[in-house]
């Protein structure tokens, strides 16, 4: 059975940065994209960044600059750099398996795995 554990998130200041982790047991997550969403309260979740098998970067118009994904496939981990944080930034964030190898989708029904979530917190 696939899991996903996240880790590395926590209460921060606006401007500082946080880097996130979210490693894959129990299958594997080399050949496939890996993706992170995010969930603020009242809001539906939404794709923040992915990264496919071929290492190939894609991310949502407000972190673009700011967050960096990256994975190491030796290590069944996907991770992302979250620099100049924002209050905005405050959510839920997920880590999620594709059923695919690209990271051409970006909707949450492209993911076929999905960790329990972590919480993120920027005070301003």
């Known amino acids: 059975q696939v899991q996903l554990l996240e880790s590395g998130g926590r209460l921060v200041h606006a401007g500082d940065s946080l880097r996130l982790s979210c490693t894959t047991t129990?299958?594997?997550?080399?050949?496939?994209?890996m993706a992170w969403f995010r969930q603020a309260p009242g809001k539906e979740r939404e794709f923040v960044a992915n990264?496919?098998?071929?290492?190939?970067?894609r991310y949502t118009d407000s972190v673009k600059g700011r967050f960096t994904i990256s994975r190491d496939n030796a290590a069944a981990t996907v991770y992302m750099q979250m620099k100049s944080l924002k209050a905005e930034d405050t959510a839920i964030y997920y880590c999620a398996r594709s059923r695919y190898a690209l990271g051409d989708e970006t909707g949450i029904n492209a993911y076929l795995y999905w960790g329990q979530g972590i919480q993120v917190t920027v005070s301003s």
């Open positions: 129990g299958g594997t997550s080399s050949g496939y994209a």
């Open positions: 990264i496919g098998a071929d290492h190939m970067p």
